[in-house]
């Protein structure tokens, strides 16, 4: 089975040229690569937020195994839905899933279940996989698309595949992917993304997910970012680090209404 792209041509190129120039451009060139547990990174337009996405991947290593979360936003499919089949496409190629982390991912995370109904149209993921195509080819995916789940349940999902990464003999890395506040202005959105960012920063779940309850948050991707962060804590992080952030005013000229971006390095 084949996941063929649903967004290339709309939230960054289809054409593979394009794309790889794109990618190029977003992703400097960095001498001294950072090791990872877990990253959150924006899934705009590249327009929007691809400076932003690519700030980070250039940072950081990415190993040959990847566990790509991202939330659901069509509400398809399970409400913790694991890609565990076949490939991904994208322009750049195919990238395979690592049935065997898949496997014990299954195995190890009770809320999971395998289903690809989630994962057909969802762009969360989609725009992520180039990013990692271009500064690993070798790499292969573990797709996961979050609908609801409660704190507990995020947590100890978390953790469980904190348990799997351990038992791996392979460096593997979390990408939580989300976008910041919505459709406010963008000092509003940035105050508002600071209280988020601050817990991502701090290694802090469970105070990331009651910060954006609590402020009425619309961080797309808090549900991903609170497992990669349980995942990441359970594995020793000790440190969470915001490499850029931004919002879609920056590239409109219009900061009456945005939506904000951020990247988040945790090692």
């Not at 499919?77 to 982390?101: C, F, K, N, Q």
């Not at 989630?118 to 990692?132: D, G, K, T």
Request: charge should be negative.
């Amino acid at each position: 089975m084949i996941r063929h792209p649903a967004v290339a041509g709309q939230f960054y190129p289809g054409n593979q040229q394009e794309l790889r120039a794109s990618l190029d451009e977003y992703c400097q060139s960095v001498l001294q690569k950072k090791h990872a547990l877990g990253i959150i990174s924006p899934h705009a337009g590249y327009i929007y937020s691809g400076a932003i996405a690519g700030k980070l991947f250039s940072q950081i290593e990415v190993p040959d195994r990847v566990i790509l979360i991202g939330p659901n936003h069509r509400g398809v499919g399970h409400s913790a839905a694991l890609y565990d089949m076949g490939d991904w496409e994208t322009p750049l190629g195919t990238i395979g899933v690592d049935r065997d982390l898949a496997g014990e991912i299954n195995i190890n995370c009770s809320y999971l279940a395998s289903d690809d109904k989630a994962h057909r149209y969802e762009h969360s993921l989609e725009v992520q996989v180039p990013f990692i195509q271009h500064e690993n080819p070798s790499a292969q995916l573990v797709p996961i698309c979050i609908g609801h789940l409660p704190l507990d349940a995020l947590v100890e999902t978390g953790e469980a595949l904190a348990d799997v990464i351990s038992a791996a003999e392979q460096q593997v890395l979390i990408v939580a992917s989300s976008d910041m506040t919505h459709f406010e202005p963008g000092d509003v959105a940035r105050n508002k993304d600071t209280l988020a960012l601050d817990c991502a920063e701090a290694l802090d779940p469970e105070g990331l997910y009651k910060v954006v309850r609590d402020n009425r948050i619309s961080m797309c991707g808090v549900l991903p970012s609170v497992i990669m962060l349980a995942a990441a804590r359970k594995l020793g992080a000790t440190h969470g680090e915001v490499v850029a952030y931004g919002n879609s005013g920056d590239v409109t000229g219009d900061q009456s209404d945005v939506v904000g971006y951020a990247s988040v390095i945790v090692s």
